[in-house]
Nanobody, 114 residues
Framework: QVQLVESGGGLVQPGGSLRLSCAASGFTFSGYTMSWYRQAPGKERDLVAR????????TYADSVKGRFTISRDNAKNTLYLQMNSLKPEDTAVYYC???????WGQGTQVTVSS
């Protein structure tokens, strides 16, 4: 079965960086677009970034353009989200999502606070 396991969240000061990882299993990872979403308390779950199967095409939410980078290592079946210049409004639970399978990871908490 499809499994997505996120890691790398934590507490970071404004202006800091974090790298999230999502380990995927149960499907041919390189064949599918993958996405990162986030959900802040009391808000809807929103798309952060998306990457095509071979990594040649990426899409970002306007709020993270120039600060976040989505990437993937298909040899390791792993999706990444490099987050730089973090702001308090980036605080949320971040989820890995495989749209081709409709599968979500369990989420990882990112808190940006001084």
């Amino acid at each position: 079965q499809v499994q997505l396991v996120e890691s790398g969240g934590g507490l970071v000061q404004p202006g800091g960086s974090l790298r999230l990882s999502c380990a995927a299993s149960g499907f041919t990872f390189s064949g599918y677009t993958m996405s990162w979403y986030r959900q802040a308390p009391g808000k809807e779950r929103d798309l952060v970034a998306r990457i095509s199967g071979l990594g040649g095409s990426t899409t970002y939410a306007d709020s993270v353009k120039g600060r976040f980078t989505i990437s993937r290592d298909n040899a390791k079946n792993t999706l990444y989200l490099q987050m730089n210049s973090l702001k308090p409004e980036d605080t949320a639970v971040y989820y890995c999502y495989a749209p081709g399978w409709g599968s979500w990871g369990q989420g990882t908490q990112v808190t940006v606070s001084s």
